[in-house]
C-alpha cells in the first residue's frame, strides 16, 4: 500500500465473463452480505427468544430497550411503532462500523455515495410520512416564530436547513470513519518501517495503534447512536408538534 487512502478503492473480488456480459463481484458488496447474513441471523433469534433467556437474547433484549429509551426520550410514545425501524438503522451502522474494523476489511460507511443513498431515502421517507400524516399542516414546520418581515428570508433559510441535513447526516458519519480509517493505516505503516529500524520503538508504536483501534470501536458505537438520535429528531419533526 503506497497510500492510506488505498483502502478505500473499490476493487473487484470475483469476475465472471460470459459472452458479452461480465459479472463482478466488488469488495464493497462484502460487509453489505454479512451484515444481511447477520440480520437473518437476529430475527431469526427474536423468533426463538426463551423464557429464561441466554446470553445472546439478554443482550438483544438490552440492545432493543436502549433503542426503545432512545425514542421515548426524543419523540415519545408516538414514535414506538418506528422502533424496529430505528433499531435497524442503528445495528446496520454498527455492524459496517465494526466489520471496517476487521483486517482487511471494507469500510462501507466511509464511502459517502452509500451513506449519501441512505440518508436521501431517510430524508425523503420521513417527508413524504410528514404529508401523509399531517398533510399540508406539514408546513408549519418551515414557518418559524419571528418579525413578518424576515419571514420570507428564514422560510428560505428553513427549507435550506432540512434539505442539506441530509448531506450532513452522511457527510458526518462518512467523515468520520475516513479520518479514523486513515489515521490508523498512516499509523502501521509508520510502525512497519520504525520495525526495520529499532524493534523496541516499534513495539511501543504498536501500543498506540491498539489504542487508536480502542478509539476506533468507540467512534463505530458513537457514530451509530448519533445517527440513530438524529433520525429520531428528524421524525419528531413529523410525529411531535412540528413547531419551532
Known sequence: MFSPLEQFDVKPVIMI?????????????????ISIILFFYIYKLRNNFKLIPSSTQIFFEKLTKFIYTVVKNQIGAN????????????IFVLMANLLSLI??????TSHLIIILWISLTLGLS??????????????????????????????IIEIFSYIIRCFSLAIRLSANMLAGHTLVAIIA????????????????GFISLL?????????????AYVITILT??????VLGTGSH
Open 17 to 33: 465473463n460470459f459472452k458479452s456480459f461480465e459479472i463482478s463481484l466488488f469488495d464493497i458488496y462484502i460487509p453489505m452480505i
Open 79 to 90: 414514535g414506538y411503532n418506528y422502533v424496529p425501524l430505528i433499531l435497524t438503522i442503528f
Open 103 to 108: 483486517p482487511f476489511g471494507v469500510s462501507l
Open 126 to 155: 420521513i417527508l413524504v410520512l410528514g404529508f401523509w400524516l399531517k398533510g399540508m399542516e406539514f408546513l408549519k414546520i418551515f414557518i418559524p416564530q419571528c418579525p413578518i418581515a424576515l419571514l420570507p428570508l428564514i422560510i
Open 189 to 204: 505503516l509508520f510502525i512497519l518501517n520504525v520495525v526495520i529500524i529499532n524493534f523496541m520503538f516499534g513495539t511501543l
Open 211 to 223: 489504542a487508536v483501534l480502542f478509539l476506533e470501536i468507540g467512534v463505530s458505537f458513537l457514530q
Open 232 to 237: 429520531c429528531i428528524y421524525l419528531n419533526d
